[in-house]
């Protein structure tokens, strides 16, 4: 019978559950199988060793292919890459290399080794695009690209052949080397005969020859530019062929200047000539054209 309260039946509370707990049960370690564990150990090392000794064996150095090469002959990237046929391609020395063949062939400046299974070296090559004549001390005349690397001597009649750089003259320039600035002492004000430090040192010129000679290239302009004088470092100059003098100023915001010069040409008509002003001193940020008197 239920009962009541309150006009609702009272229900009787439902007995609790007993939980079972769960006893932990203790097992003795097995003891580890050391020949089981050594020959596993075995069978993976014998697996890497038929690997490496199969790769060894069959993927040799037979072909080497050259892509990108225009100053150069295949024959003479593959000479200077010095990659005996039957090397292992797994044990190629890619930065030696790639090493020897900037040693050699100078007017390349960029180089990508990789292989191709299962005989084949692939050589892709980046030359210089553009050369700059530069006089040395001795009066003999060097081809440099726009990074400063020293590609070839050549004669003096020919330096007119290539974009040059007036105001600075190099030392001791080696081929594949870095070009160095030749930096000449001033003579002391007093007349005995000592020097005293230049103003400008000449690396400075270089240097911003060099920026001016990379912007030009980065922003289309190849072989275009007949000089680039910075003998004034604060009233530099470049001709772009016959058609434009070019006056860049002083040496600061040299790639901006490049660049609005460069966009300031390419919107001119071919027959067009003059002075553009791009000193950014009267007319920041801005170019202005004139034509020649």
């Keep these: 019978m ?4 309150n006009g609702e039946p009272k229900r009787q509370p439902r007995p609790k559950r007993r939980v079972r707990r769960e006893e932990t049960v203790y097992t003795e370690a097995k003891p580890v199988n050391i020949s089981r564990f050594l020959v596993r150990i075995a069978t993976v090392l014998a697996v890497v060793f038929a690997i490496v000794f199969g790769m060894s064996i069959f993927f040799k150095a037979e072909k080497i292919e050259v892509a990108g090469a225009d100053k150069y002959e295949v024959s003479q990237v593959q000479e200077a890459a010095g990659i005996i046929k039957g090397t292992n391609l797994l044990t190629l020395n890619k930065g030696q290399i790639a090493g020897r063949i900037l040693g050699k062939l100078p007017y390349i400046k960029e180089i990508r080794i990789g292989i191709r299974l299962p005989d084949t070296v692939i050589i892709s090559v980046v030359e210089s695009a553009v050369a700059y004549a530069v006089e040395d001390v001795s009066g003999a005349w060097w081809v440099l690209n726009c990074e400063g690397k020293i590609m070839e001597k050549i004669d003096a009649s020919t330096s007119g052949n290539y974009p040059r750089i007036l105001g600075v003259k190099l030392e001791e320039p080696e081929v594949s080397k870095s070009a160095v600035a ?4 001033q003579a002391s004000p007093d007349g005995e005969g000592s020097t005293v430090p230049v103003t400008v040192y000449n690396r400075e010129r270089l240097d911003a020859a060099l920026i001016i000679a ?4 980065k922003n289309g ?9 910075v003998t004034d470092m604060g009233n530099i100059e470049v001709w772009y062929g016959r058609r434009f003098q070019i006056l860049l100023g002083e040496s600061t915001e040299l790639p901006k200047k490049v660049f609005y010069v460069v966009r300031a040409i390419f919107q001119f008509d071919r027959y067009q000539t003059g002075i553009l002003d791009a000193s950014f001193t009267t007319w920041p940020d801005e170019i202005y054209h004139r034509e020649f008197d």
């Design 221 to 229: 302009v190849l072989g275009e530019t007949a000089t680039i004088d």
């Design 2 to 5: 239920e009962k009541y309260t």
């Design 182 to 185: 030749y930096e000449n002492l």
């Design 214 to 217: 990379q912007e030009m290239e």
